[in-house]
């Protein structure tokens, strides 16, 4: 994995994107006599990406990170707090404007593609949209994002059922890049495919970063993507971004006890090292009743009693920020 562009002192630029005490809550729906719930499932979060950086958020299922990545594309407006891009909120921006320059890659290649367009017209889709350029330079673009993704020209009239499942997520990349944006939000871009194909996309999508200077989110749970792709990790749970720092930080010297806990759920090539622990014994708490206190107290090894009864402040330093009462020292883990 690439150092960060940005390792420390000053920005050279504002962010690209920046979230600035974003929560979105939903009504639940009660049964018989029981009453409607709010769920919080962004809950006060802030943090801001950098242009050219892979910014990653990382979470079980139910953290609320697929519901952060539908609001960074404009698909959901934030209960309270404001997203802004490139300095503006994401209401000015605009959705047609904010089409063109945020565009995402969804998880799953074999419902995210129309099974009735071909190749060609899938990527073009687009581009006809925002009618942008004639027929002909379409067809010119399509061409050059297909050599730049590895798509042979001869799959331009194929339909997606008689592509892989790694062809068809290099059209849902080509797609997305089709309208040259400066962000792609990336959902689990790789969680449908087999271990094979997925370092062969992992790949692609680094060079691409590269090549075109684009600015990655990162929406994952595989450890492993995260660890050669991010710059930067933001760990959610339970609404909360509970951890963010540099990727070789959050890898070595974990913080946050959730952190902790999902990094100790990795299993090593190293014999010596035996099996990774269990998950902690208590489940995932229900997050229409979240606990008091922080969160993540019912399946803290290291809970203390202030943890139980008072919300941890955010904690900001040189190596990024920590939501926790016990806020450890540095110490180096086998992680690292």
């Keep these: 994995m690439m150092e960060p562009r ?5 920005d050279p630029e504002p962010p690209v994107l920046e979230c600035t005490g974003v929560t979105r809550a939903f009504r639940v729906k009660g049964r018989l006599f029981n009453p409607a719930r709010t769920l919080c499932a962004v809950d006060a979060v802030s943090f ?14 139910g953290a609320g990170k697929t519901t952060l990545a539908k609001m960074l594309l404009g698909l959901q407006a934030p209960s309270s707090g404001v997203i802004r891009f490139a300095g503006r909120p994401l209401g000015e921006v605009g959705r047609v404007a904010i089409a063109r320059r ?14 009735r367009k071909t190749l060609g017209q899938i990527i073009s889709l687009p581009l006809a949209v925002h009618r942008i350029g004639t027929e002909a330079d379409r067809r010119a673009r399509v061409d050059e994002i297909m050599a730049m993704v590895g798509l042979p020209e001869h799959l331009l009239h194929a339909y997606p059922n008689q592509l892989s499942g790694g062809q068809r997520q290099r059209v849902a990349i080509a797609r997305a890049l ?6 792609l939000v990336c959902d689990e871009p790789t969680s449908a495919l087999d271990v094979s194909v997925q370092a062969q996309i992992i790949n692609l999508l680094r060079e691409l970063q590269q090549e075109l200077g684009l600015t990655y989110v990162l929406v994952s749970h595989d450890l492993g993507v995260i660890r050669h792709m991010a710059d930067r990790v ?21 913080r946050h006890p959730y952190t902790e806990m999902l990094l100790g759920a990795i299993l090593t090539p190293e014999p010596e090292l035996g099996l990774p ?12 009743d979240p606990p008091d206190g922080c969160r993540f107290h019912p399946r803290c090894p290291s809970v203390q009693n202030p943890c139980r009864h008072t919300s941890p402040e955010t904690r900001h330093d ?6 926790c009462h016990l806020h450890p020292a540095e110490q180096e883990t086998r992680y690292g």
Excluded: C, W
Excluded at 48 to 61: M, N, Q
């Design 48 to 61: 801001s990406v950098r242009r050219g950086e892979v910014f990653a958020i990382v979470g079980e299922s």
């Design 234 to 254: 933001a760990v959610m749970y339970l609404g909360r971004m509970v951890e963010i720092g540099r990727t070789a930080q959050i890898f070595r010297a974990p």
């Design 102 to 115: 945020v565009q995402p890659v969804f998880q799953d290649p074999y419902s995210s593609l129309n099974p």
């Design 178 to 183: 089709a309208m040259k944006p400066d962000i």
């Design 6 to 10: 940005h390792a420390g002192g000053p």
């Design 277 to 288: 622990p269990g998950p902690a014994e208590d489940s995932f708490p229900d997050p229409l």
């Design 318 to 323: 040189a190596h990024g920020s920590v939501e």
